[in-house]
């Protein structure tokens, strides 16, 4: 049997039992009906809001330049020709078009990013020592109100419309790293795969859903609705999150005592007797850490490039309209919820039924998730104007980054538990640094907007999603680390 701690294992038939003491054994709590799996839900729909308000402007951007300004005379590269012209929209378009050049869109896009980097550590620290539950809600919620406020402050320019951007980056800065925390309370090891992946799919299907339909909503309506109906969505989750969610399973009123001890009983060992003794400098010169810092940083750059530009690309290069962008645009992400969601309950088939290590499992998925779109990536740089080969590419690239959801991306919480808020605030900060960065450059190599600048793009791309899985490989670990737990006792790999 697979030890976890002192009181996890699984048995010959992978039934999880819980030890407590010498002979009396709780049995797994079933999933169905059950508050964490109801947890799973209701921050999925939590991520799906963090990610729509995250990426309609990328879709948005297209609608609000004045297009009259954005032809170039000057290409000197082969640009697709664009399709036929979708009907001519319903209703009248009162919205405000901007002359914005390459440079400050690349910067509009990026702004985000400059205040999502401020909040990592501090939403790990404050989420372990407030709780997570109102640092997360009320960390959405004030994205919600400066979303709302978007079509305001582009009309006064530029440079509010970052600021607002980067007010915005603030709020959801604070939403992993809680979520995190909050997970260290709610997952017991054997389902964190699952949980997780369930939890964060949502900012996949944010990413799926917003795109097409930002598209729609600008076709028959404007750019500025894309911005209002999805605050409204945002304000409809804050209800329910502030009603039904709970810092841990011992202040959560309605869940079962079955399911309560299951959970407390399997994370006894793994969590921390002195969560306010933080250990700073175990943790800043830890090489897992660092392994899962680099691999962070690698997989975002590629994930938020295509991200903030993918609509730019199939626009630009591609040909396709403001609805089809939308949608194609969505393709790649509605592969990489699907990936994630399969990759999840592999991984946890693989660790439960003791067919493989942790550590190997983590190790294995990141490889596949971050060489294999590394791959699809420089392959679509190459597909020329055959648009079915360069959206399936494209579709490959970010469905294999699914696989990473159950690699480097969970790590956290397999090496430090009662510390994994702070971890992933510490991981996720460099981790932001390519959305600050990297659509600046990608803009920047792009002026002309040719095929041979865009290869140069997801060349830079590629490299350095293999380099961050080759450095994961070679030092990432599976096991609960010794500065993590205060006990003598912590689970195998």
Not at 370 to 389: E, H, N, R, S, W
Not at 437 to 461: M, S
Request: proline share 4%.
């Amino acid at each position: 049997m697979e030890r976890y701690g002192s009181d996890v294992e699984v048995d010959e038939q992978r039934t999880p039992l819980i030890r407590r003491g010498r002979e009396e054994e709780v049995q797994k709590a079933p999933a169905c009906g059950s508050s964490r799996y109801g947890l799973a839900l209701l921050s999925s729909y939590g991520f799906f809001v963090v990610y729509s308000l995250r990426v309609n402007l990328s879709v948005a951007m297209v609608d609000m330049l004045n297009n009259t300004h954005q032809s170039n005379p000057n290409h000197s590269g082969t640009v697709c020709p664009g399709h036929a012209n979708p009907a001519v929209r319903k209703h009248n378009h009162t919205a405000s078009v901007y002359n914005w050049d390459s440079e400050t869109q690349g910067w509009i896009l990026g702004s985000f990013f400059y205040g999502y980097i401020l909040t990592q550590v501090p939403g790990g620290y404050l989420a372990g020592r407030f709780g997570p539950k109102w640092l997360m809600g009320f960390g959405i919620l004030g994205t919600v109100i400066f979303t709302l406020l978007t079509p305001v402050a582009a009309d006064l320019g530029a440079g509010y419309l970052i600021a607002v951007r980067v007010l915005e980056g603030i709020g959801e800065g604070v939403t992993f790293p809680a979520m995190y925390t909050m997970w260290a309370a709610w997952a017991p090891p054997l389902e964190r795969s699952r949980l997780l992946t369930i939890s964060y799919i949502g900012a996949q299907l944010g990413t799926v859903i917003s795109l097409p339909v930002s598209g729609e909503i600008i076709f028959y309506l404007d750019w500025t609705y894309v911005f209002y109906i999805f605050g409204a969505v945002g304000l409809v989750w804050f209800v329910l999150w502030a009603f039904l969610v709970f810092d841990s399973p011992n202040t959560h009123p309605r869940i079962s005592e079955q399911e309560r001890l299951y959970i407390t009983s399997s994370l006894k060992n793994e969590l921390s007797t002195s969560a306010s003794n933080i250990p700073w400098r175990s943790i800043v010169t830890s090489m897992p850490v660092l392994a899962i810092v680099v691999a962070h940083f690698s997989y975002n750059w590629t994930f938020y490039t295509l991200l903030t530009l993918l609509p730019t690309y199939m626009s630009d290069i591609l040909g396709f309209s403001i609805q089809q962008n939308g949608f194609l645009s969505a393709l790649p992400y509605l592969g990489c919820a699907l990936v994630a969601v399969l990759s999840g309950q592999i991984a946890d088939y693989l660790r439960e039924t003791r067919k493989y290590r942790t550590v190997i499992v983590r190790k294995s998925f990141t490889v596949i998730g971050m060489i294999g779109p590394a791959v699809f990536l420089v392959a679509a740089g190459y597909t020329g104007c055959d648009y079915t080969l360069a959206v399936t590419f494209l579709t490959l690239s970010s469905s294999l980054g699914g696989v990473s959801a159950s690699g480097f991306n969970i790590n956290h919480l397999d090496i430090a538990p009662s510390y994994a808020g702070i971890l992933l605030g510490i991981t996720n900060t460099f981790a932001t640094i390519p959305g600050m960065v990297g659509p600046v450059i990608a803009r920047g190599l792009t002026q002309q907007n040719t095929i041979e600048e865009w290869q140069i793009v997801f060349y830079i791309a590629a490299a350095i999603d293999v380099f961050g899985a080759i450095f994961y490989a070679v030092f990432g670990k599976g096991t609960v680390q010794s500065w993590a737990v205060h006990t003598s006792l912590y689970h195998a790999d």
